[in-house]
């Protein structure tokens, strides 16, 4: 039997700058700082240009909506230099409508994640010099309108509406990684404000709004930042159309192979027509779902998470324990906090000690509730209570003393409410787990070479080993065996490369870790999210089918490589073994070389030491000792080195495979 931990037992990680160092910087491989255009429309194939830096050499582009395209050879030069690449991208008539993933694979190594839409609005980039509202450049409706904000700029729009028409106004910036802080204004032909829209509750301080116009005639939209500021990062999609102003979906969950009704949350959700899902069992956790305003043309986008468990919809009126809704344990709740300070209840009978855990999902599916819950007995006092967890919503962990009857009681904590104030809850058995980070999105490994990825560990109730192992490697890549040990909430996995191995291909793998609990092996793979969300200006709501991409490609070979032996030391308690650290030198490597441990403090478990001493100039290996006493903890764990050769302006650093030793008695 295999246990999945549930990818929200996550929630509440903090992670240290050490350990988002995941992978030696050998400054050539591939950036992308902008993608043009920023929305590309399903069944079109589109020229899509990336801006960044060392893209020369570049071979391939991924998206997460057609997979591998090749680098164009028609347009500039070959499509490509030092800084710019564009590709001949072919999007699938089914790609679906919302937020995918690119990189860029040059022969020097894969890129970093940038984000775009396919979208089923027609692209019209900004021409420059609309920086007024009398200048205002004049776009077609619909209209998906890619710009960029300089400092102290402002981007004006002009479009013809008829009487009567209610259209939708959506700057796309943060949610695609920017670092524009959007707002809008909208006027009337005069230059008079009719509405504006400034962080927007649930989309990541993006901005969006909805306006009837009551007469037929010329208005204008403005986009510019909240500081104005800007910069080249400072880019935008201003989407508008007759969609509906939505956030996320209720229920935000569907149960695999049942076809489910869709409902939208937004501020004129009420417009949206329903969408109906079956996903099939096989299907991925997150899906992409669209809607259209009941009778329009465009769509709106979102998505739901995919389960096997039954899901409780919220029917009101439940806000007194006497019209609490039932829903019994084990399956997903979704609901709305449909006015300020509305307050949701669920009745639930629970059995003298089970143990579940009620986790809360809301802002990072783009609904701004914050979300409080409180488990009550019968006579309604509490049993245990919890709100948020920073940025993320707390969970409710729940040990019932007594067979009888128990209230979960939900609402906002600050007491707000409205249509898009939706929330999502998943309850599971409390059952020994844990859920695994990894410090990288994009590897980039060294012919011949070895790449550290650092991974941490968020546990429930297991102290015990996890193996580490990678699946999708590519034909000359294999993962160093790796233990993150009894305890220990940090690790680093190793992948090595033949010397044969070559870049300018793509392999997306996957991080697993495992562990036992008795005879059942329990699992998780390793998620991506706090490190992109650091890339991507910290944006709140998260694009969920992307959290577990991780990009594999390879790189020139290093002049510097190591070797450990043995490859597993085992150590007696109290004994001191040594194991040996070779370097291969290539030409010009002669100076010392430094070793360090990956993370520099905290690599190995308390009572157990590892002197670090460096490989002498003119030398090719060191011994290195392990010490322990009779309090060492027992166990396998893993640890990597870092070497590193500085000889004039230049710096080389490297990596050891993963060092495996056993604490024995």
Not at 81 to 101: E, I, S
Not at 474 to 483: D, I, L
Request: charged letters at 20%; one cysteine or more.
């Amino acid at each position: 039997m295999i246990l999945s931990s549930p990818r929200v037992l996550r929630i509440g990680i903090l992670f240290s700058a050490a350990f988002l160092l995941a992978v030696p910087v050998w400054g050539q491989a591939p950036t992308v700082n902008l993608i043009q255009p920023r929305g590309v429309n399903p069944g079109q194939t589109v020229d899509v240009r990336t801006v960044g830096g060392n893209l020369a050499g570049a071979t391939q582009c991924w998206t997460s909506f057609s997979g591998v395209t090749a680098v164009a050879t028609d347009i500039e030069k070959n499509g490509t230099d030092g800084g710019q690449t564009v590709y001949h991208v072919a999007v699938p008539p089914d790609a679906p409508l919302g937020v995918h993933g690119l990189r860029v694979v040059t022969d020097k190594g894969v890129s970093n994640l940038r984000l775009l839409l396919v979208d089923d609005l027609p692209t019209v980039a900004e021409a420059g010099g609309n920086n007024s509202v009398a200048a205002a450049q004049e776009v077609p409706v619909p209209a998906g309108v890619d710009g960029v904000v300089d400092n102290l700029g402002r981007d004006f729009f002009k479009f013809n509406a008829a009487a009567g028409a209610t259209l939708t106004f959506e700057a796309w910036s943060r949610r695609l990684g920017s670092a524009l802080d959007p707002v809008l204004f909208l006027y009337d032909a005069s230059g008079r404000e009719l509405a504006y829209a400034d962080d927007t509750r649930g989309l990541s301080s993006d901005s969006q709004l909805s306006f009837t116009f009551a007469t037929a005639g010329t208005y204008v939209v403005e986009v510019r930042d909240a500081q104005f500021r800007g910069s080249g990062n400072h880019f935008y999609r201003l989407r508008i159309g007759d969609f509906p102003a939505i956030t996320s979906t209720v229920p935000a969950a569907v149960t695999k192979g049942q076809e489910t009704r869709v409902d939208f949350v937004g501020l004129d959700a009420a417009s949206a027509a329903p969408a109906h899902v079956t996903a099939a069992p096989e299907a991925p956790e997150w899906l992409r779902v669209a809607t259209t305003r009941v009778g329009g043309a465009t769509h709106a986008f979102s998505f739901v998470r995919t389960t096997d468990a039954p899901q409780v919809l919220e029917r009101e009126p439940n806000d007194a324990v006497e019209q609490a809704n039932e829903a019994a344990l084990g399956a997903s709740i979704s609901g709305r906090c449909d006015e300020p300070d509305d307050v949701d209840y669920y009745v639930i009978a629970g059995k003298k000690d089970q143990q579940f855990r009620f986790i809360g999902m809301t802002r990072e599916i783009g609904a701004p509730v914050d979300l409080s819950m409180r488990m009550l007995k019968a006579d309604k006092s509490a049993l245990v209570a919890v709100d948020d967890a920073g940025t993320a919503e707390g969970t409710l962990a729940v040990k019932f003393p007594e067979d009888g009857t128990y209230y979960l009681e939900v609402k906002d904590l600050l007491k707000r409410g409205g249509p898009e104030f939706g929330y999502h809850i998943s309850v599971t058995p409390q059952q020994p787990g844990f859920s695994l980070e990894a410090g990288t999105d994009a590897i980039s490994l060294a012919a011949g070479n070895v790449a550290a990825v650092s991974v941490t560990v968020a546990r429930i109730d297991y102290g015990g080993e996890i193996t580490l192992t990678a699946t999708g490697l590519p034909q000359g890549v294999t993962a160093t065996p790796t233990t993150i040990g009894p305890g220990v909430n940090t690790g680093v996995m190793t992948l090595e490369a033949a010397p044969e191995f070559q870049g300018g291909q793509l392999s997306n793998i996957a991080i697993r870790g495992t562990g036992k609990v008795g005879e059942t092996e329990i699992s998780d793979v390793a998620s991506v999210h706090d490190f992109l969300k650091g890339q991507w200006s910290s944006l709140v709501a998260f694009p969920q089918p992307l959290r577990e991409a991780v990009g594999l490609s390879g790189a020139p070979a290093q002049k510097l490589r190591l070797r450990v032996e043995p490859a597993l030391v085992e150590i007696k308690r109290g004994s001191k073994p040594t194991f040996k650290v070779t370097a291969e030198r290539g030409e010009g490597v002669d100076e010392q070389i430094t070793l360090a441990t990956n993370p520099d403090k905290n690599a190995v478990p308390g009572n157990v030491g590892l002197a670090m001493k460096p490989i002498p100039k003119g030398q090719n290996e060191v011994e290195l000792q392990f010490d322990s006493n009779d309090k060492s903890p027992l166990g396998t764990f893993s640890v990597v080195l870092t070497a590193t050769h500085k000889k004039g302006n230049e710096t080389i650093t490297v990596s050891t495979p993963a060092i495996s030793f056993r604490v024995v008695e």
